[in-house]
């Protein structure tokens, strides 16, 4: 019988995926089996027709995952239901918290003959699926399956929700990976902080550094939240956007400030063309306009020379300003570039040698 790991978090967006791709390549490396599921599946826009349909229901997440690793088919751990505003209404009318039945197909796959890891990615937090049976505090309890949480680290703060897990989770809790760590802090938390969670015992088996790149988010994705208007460059919507810059200055302020930044998304009112100018010859991905009226030709040509995509909004600055903030580090990890950087980062910053020796896992010598 194979192992089951759970990987959670205490709250979403915490970098589940990218853990789970480096945990999976680096266990492929090793000839080690893997399949991969969510068990309540969060990343897929179904109606209860689809649900109730025989198919298997695959996470999206679970399907980029699988791709990006190499896992076959029937690898795929298929969902055992959907997080979405329906399905919940359903279930708590109907007062049923049991997982249904589709759980009983998942126990017998996890309890088969399969010699190798499951890895079961939990919902956004603890708790999150109590509702349908499928928390990750109710999932590992179970299946008596070891945890590993990836967690979001500010300052000593973020301790509680730790304790927290471990009062709920006990001894299923293997430990953490400290996530998002200001890159400056890495060294005095691992030398530090690192010790003392380890006294109040919540082994630490990774610190990773904040990551631009992961938090970014497709000029694409921006134009789906925006409802944008895409003026030029329609082909180049995969740039990836890593910072926000606004175009409400004088432009010579404007170009200094443009210089120092890099694979911005300018928003800029739609009437400011020196500033639009302006960041087109800097580090800018995308220009975002706003208000009233339409860019001048002169720009749209320099956009077009440049390859910069030109996207016209109906909101005002500040609310355009608002989504794109709520974009970084809260989209899916679907994008190859995001998912060879988090190979990277995970092998260098956790110990996963320590980490499948608690799990009776040989590793690289």
């Not at 440049?306 to 989209?331: C, M, N, R, W, Y």
């Not at 990890?333 to 988090?342: F, P, R």
Request: proline residues 3%; aromatic residues 6%; hydrophobic residues 45%.
């Amino acid at each position: 019988m194979g192992k089951t790991l759970m990987i959670g978090s205490c709250e979403s967006f915490s970098g589940k995926s990218a853990l789970v791709l480096g945990v999976a390549r680096y266990l492929k490396a090793l000839n080690v089996r893997v399949r991969f599921g969510k068990p309540l599946a969060t990343s897929i826009e179904l109606n209860e027709e689809n649900i109730n349909t025989s198919s298997p229901l695959i996470d999206d997440d679970v399907r980029f995952i699988g791709s990006i690793v190499g896992l076959k088919d029937d690898h795929l751990i298929p969902s055992v239901d959907l997080l979405a505003t329906n399905t919940a209404e359903k279930r708590l009318f109907d007062s049923f918290i049991a997982p249904g039945e589709r759980f009983e197909s998942l126990k017998e796959k996890l309890n088969d003959s399969f010699e190798g890891l499951n890895i079961l990615e939990a919902a956004g937090s603890i708790d999150e699926g109590m509702l349908y049976g499928l928390s990750l505090s109710q999932l590992s309890k179970e299946f008596q399956a070891k945890v590993l949480l990836v967690h979001l680290w500010k300052d000593s703060r973020s301790v509680d929700a730790l304790l927290a897990a471990k009062a709920s989770l006990g001894s299923r809790l293997l430990g953490v990976v400290l996530n998002a760590v200001t890159p400056d802090d890495v060294k005095d938390l691992k030398e530090q902080i690192v010790p003392a969670l380890k006294a109040l015992d919540i082994d630490v088996f990774g610190v990773m550094p904040r990551s631009p790149l992961l938090r970014s988010v497709t000029v694409e994705e921006l134009v789906r939240r925006l409802q944008a208007r895409v003026i030029c460059c329609s082909e180049r919507l995969e740039l990836m956007v890593e910072t926000l810059s606004i175009g409400a200055m004088s432009v010579n302020s404007a170009m200094e400030f443009f210089r120092k930044r890099r694979n911005m998304a300018v928003v800029t009112g739609a009437d400011r063309t020196d500033i639009q100018l302006a960041a087109l010859e800097a580090s800018t991905q995308c220009l975002i306009l706003t208000g009233a009226g339409e860019p001048l030709p002169q720009l749209i040509n320099r956009a077009e020379e440049l390859e910069v995509p030109l996207l016209k909004v109906e909101s005002d600055t500040l609310s355009t300003v608002e989504v794109i903030e709520q974009a970084f580090g809260h989209v899916r990890l679907h994008e190859d570039v995001k998912a060879s950087y988090a190979f990277r980062l995970v092998e260098d910053n956790c110990d996963l040698k320590r980490l499948f020796s608690f799990l009776g896992i040989p590793s690289k010598s």
